[in-house]
């Protein structure tokens, strides 16, 4: 199969609507990462969208949907919470986990009573949908153990030859995936941080938990509340390590680390922030320490280039776990195999 890239304009849009009706895939932009979309109440096409990703059949996706009027076919109830935060917060960057309508089937929920529905903000992806005339399910448009993709090239490296459609709207804006919120109890509970960060949320609701294994991993045989949680996430070919703690000793213990490696013939790479100076050393941006958003938009890229560039080590500094930072260190926590070190 041939993979066309097309910017989005009203035509690309239109043949990506026919694809999606048609119970194809499309690789489609939104503002936190890109999806890989199939209409969501085609079971077929949401079973092609496991196979084009070899991705684990237990792990369900998110229906994306362009209006709130979309939303009461799909699930059985909204809690008043789950109402106030789509409220407040959609279009945008959060996933609701609510209790699952009959039409939603099990290819898309994984098997599980619960069904996770988004609104995103991206004009292009609602325009997909509302094209389309069906709730989208769009995981992450990345193979199975791939960082998610944050550009339609991306997209391209993963998807070439699996895909008739990618539609290219620039880089993504958030740069993580969404917050995922189980909203089906009394308190939410953020189960996968994100762009709608827990302080967000506590100013909506007063209040707001978050699952422990954001920053932890999973013991054996432990029981998890999303499915995502057991799986193994992405991390680089290369042995990467988080350093935290006072910036300038940050910045010595990852120097020292990285010469001391590099003696023994790796070939580390340091992922930074702009304000601080490695000397020569290699190094990735993650953009200006006083602006997280810019290390959750840049972070997915630079996991992604140093696999290309076959770096063997990555030291990465940690950003403050809160707000977007959270979900910024969650990613990376994942990553490094939560080899965070405390200096
Ligand atoms: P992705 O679409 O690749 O960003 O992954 C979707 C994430 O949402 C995964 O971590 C899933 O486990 C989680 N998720 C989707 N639906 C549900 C659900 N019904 N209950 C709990 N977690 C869910
Ligand atoms: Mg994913």
Redesign the pocket.
């Known amino acids: 199969m041939k993979t066309v890239v097309k910017p989005v304009d009203a035509q690309a849009i239109a043949e990506a609507a026919q694809i999606i009706r048609a119970g194809g895939l499309v690789g489609m932009p939104t503002e936190t990462v890109y999806?890989l979309g199939a209409d969501a109440l085609n079971p077929q096409a949401v079973r092609s969208i496991f196979a084009a990703k070899d991705r684990p059949a237990d792990?369900?996706?998110?229906v994306h949907v362009s209006s709130l009027e979309e939303i009461a076919p799909l699930v059985r109830e909204i809690p008043e919470a789950a109402t106030l935060l789509m409220e407040a917060f959609w279009p945008g960057p959060m996933?609701l986990?609510l209790p699952k309508a009959d039409c939603v089937s099990d290819a898309v929920?994984a098997g599980?009573d619960?069904?996770?529905i988004r609104m995103p903000a991206s004009d292009a992806a609602r325009a997909l949908i509302r094209a389309a005339g069906t709730p989208i399910a769009?995981?992450?448009a990345n193979r199975s153990g791939k960082p998610?993709p944050t550009t339609a090239q991306h997209v391209f490296e993963d998807m070439d030859g699996r895909i008739p459609m990618i539609l290219d709207d620039g880089e993504c804006e958030v740069g993580v995936?969404?917050s995922?919120i189980?909203a089906t109890g009394e308190t939410p509970i953020i189960?996968?941080p994100g762009g709608i960060t827990p302080e967000m949320v506590k100013a909506v609701l007063g209040s707001c938990e978050v699952d422990e294994h954001v920053m932890s991993p999973l013991k054996e045989g432990e029981l998890v509340?999303?499915?995502?949680?057991k799986h193994k996430h992405y991390s680089p070919e290369a042995k990467t390590v988080i350093y935290e703690g006072g910036a300038q000793q940050v910045i010595e213990a990852i120097a020292a680390h990285y010469d001391e490696a590099e003696r023994m013939g790796e070939k580390p790479c340091i992922l930074g922030f702009d304000e601080h100076d490695f000397g020569t050393r290699n190094k990735l941006s993650l953009g200006s320490e006083k602006e997280p958003r810019e290390a959750a938009k840049r972070l997915f890229a630079a996991l992604r280039e140093l696999d290309e560039r076959g770096e063997t080590l990555a030291l990465c500094e940690a950003v403050e776990p809160t707000g977007i930072g959270l979900a910024v260190m969650n990613r990376m926590g994942r990553a490094a195999g939560f080899d965070l070190r405390r200096v």
């Not at 509340?225 to 949680?229: A, C, E, L, Q, T």
Request: charged share 15%.
């Open positions: 999806g792990n369900p996706l998110i996933t986990i929920s599980l619960t069904v996770g769009a995981p992450s998610s995936e969404s995922v189980d189960l996968r509340r999303s499915p995502g949680m």
